[in-house]
Nanobody, 115 residues
Framework: QVHLVESGGALVQPGNTLTLSCAAT????????WGWYRQVPGKQRELLAG???????SYMRSVKGRFTISKDNLRNVIFLRMTRLTAQDTGVYYC?????????WGPGTQVTVSS
């Protein structure tokens, strides 16, 4: 089992930068790819970025060039640095860690982009 806790969500103005953190405990060595997702009301949770155990990264087109995923292997923390935020980035952000057929999720952290 993997336990995830996201933090860093806030109310920010458009154009600002925000970094989210996901603290992971448990079977972190068994996770091949970590992911950051976003969910807005009425829509499905969508994958924004992923990072593999050997630091290969991938991004959804709408955030590529603005968001950066990274991880600290010693502290077992996964980051999502978000720049040039817009109102469309508003949502609840979740950290994801799949092991086999089981998906582990944190409780999420709210990001609101508004002037």
């Amino acid at each position: 089992q993997v336990h995830l806790v996201e933090s860093g969500g806030a109310l920010v103005q458009p154009g600002n930068t925000l970094t989210l953190s996901c603290a992971a405990t448990g079977r972190t060595a068994d996770v091949y790819t970590w992911g950051w997702y976003r969910q807005v009301p009425g829509k499905q949770r969508e994958l924004l970025a992923g990072i593999t155990h050997d630091d290969k990264v991938s991004y959804m087109r709408s955030v590529k060039g603005r968001f950066t995923i990274s991880k600290d292997n010693l502290r077992n923390v996964i980051f999502l640095r978000m720049t040039r935020l817009t109102a469309q980035d508003t949502g609840v952000y979740y950290c994801n860690a799949p092991i086999g057929e089981t998906d582990y999720w944190g409780p999420g952290t709210q990001v609101t982009v508004s002037s």
